[in-house]
T-cell receptor
Framework: QQPVQSPQAVILREGEDAVINCSSSKALYSVHWYRQKHGEAPVFLMILLKGGEQKGHEKISASFNEKKQQSSLYLTASQLSYSGTYFCGTEGKNNNDMRFGAGTRLTVKP | GAGVSQSPRYKVAKRGQDVALRCDPISGHVSLFWYQQALGQGPEFLTYFQNEAQLDKSGLPSDRFFAERPEGSVSTLKIQRTQQEDSAVYLC??????????????FGPGTRLLVL
């Protein structure tokens, strides 16, 4: 029931764009995105609750395709501070059944 | 601070030793979650509390793992007779309500457990 993330890792130059995908084999009711820097707690980025919903947070945005049971996180004009590991968490019907993907390690270089 | 706190931040245990990990959730948060995060992996669900009730413990890997939240606030994760495979970061998260919708989970900094 763990969602699958791709790619596993990506290296960018400052200013480049990236897309991180998250897909699930079960019906999804919500998708949560987190970023975790080394040795720190995962930090909440955004939650998508409805199929077709898109959200933005500065230059980081996400979409949720309920039918395809997948979500994508878009990072545009990446900054050095975007480096970290990005996790998607997916939920079914119950608030307490969130499961996380294995993560996508993003490295932004000058 | 107003965030989730965990203690200790680091714990080194000898194989066979018992350990207790503490989580202080955000004040007023009803739901509390424990996760285990192995190196290079995502958080894996261990158990979930709503107030003092442990509603889901399906992720606990063995009967050596035990969690409690007796007064509906602070929670303790106990691992008995630790094994090397228990080495991981143990994350605690809390959220505001219980089953009312899809809520943000706020994570603590984690306890890094190393079993020698």
């Amino acid at each position: 029931q763990q969602p699958v993330q791709s790619p596993q890792a990506v290296i960018l130059r400052e200013g480049e764009d990236a897309v991180i995908n998250c897909s699930s084999s079960k019906a999804l009711y919500s998708v949560h995105w987190y970023r975790q820097k080394h040795g720190e707690a995962p930090v909440f980025l955004m939650i998508l609750l409805k199929g077709g919903e898109q959200k933005g947070h500065e230059k980081i945005s996400a979409s949720f395709n309920e039918k395809k049971q997948q979500s994508s996180l878009y990072l545009t004009a990446s900054q050095l501070s975007y480096s970290g590991t990005y996790f998607c968490g997916t939920e079914g019907k119950n608030n307490n059944d969130m499961r996380f993907g294995a993560g996508t390690r993003l490295t932004v270089k000058p | 601070g107003a965030g989730v706190s965990q203690s200790p931040r680091y714990k080194v245990a000898k194989r066979g030793q018992d350990v207790a990990l503490r989580c202080d959730p955000i004040s007023g948060h009803v739901s509390l979650f424990w996760y285990q995060q192995a190196l290079g992996q995502g958080p894996e669900f261990l158990t979930y509390f709503q107030n003092e009730a442990q509603l889901d413990k399906s992720g606990l890997p063995s009967d050596r793992f035990f969690a409690e939240r007796p007064e509906g606030s602070v929670s303790t994760l106990k691992i008995q007779r630790t094994q090397q495979e228990d080495s991981a970061v143990y994350l605690c998260a809390s959220s505001l309500g219980g089953g009312q919708g899809y809520e943000t989970q706020y994570f603590g900094p984690g306890t890094r457990l190393l079993v020698l």
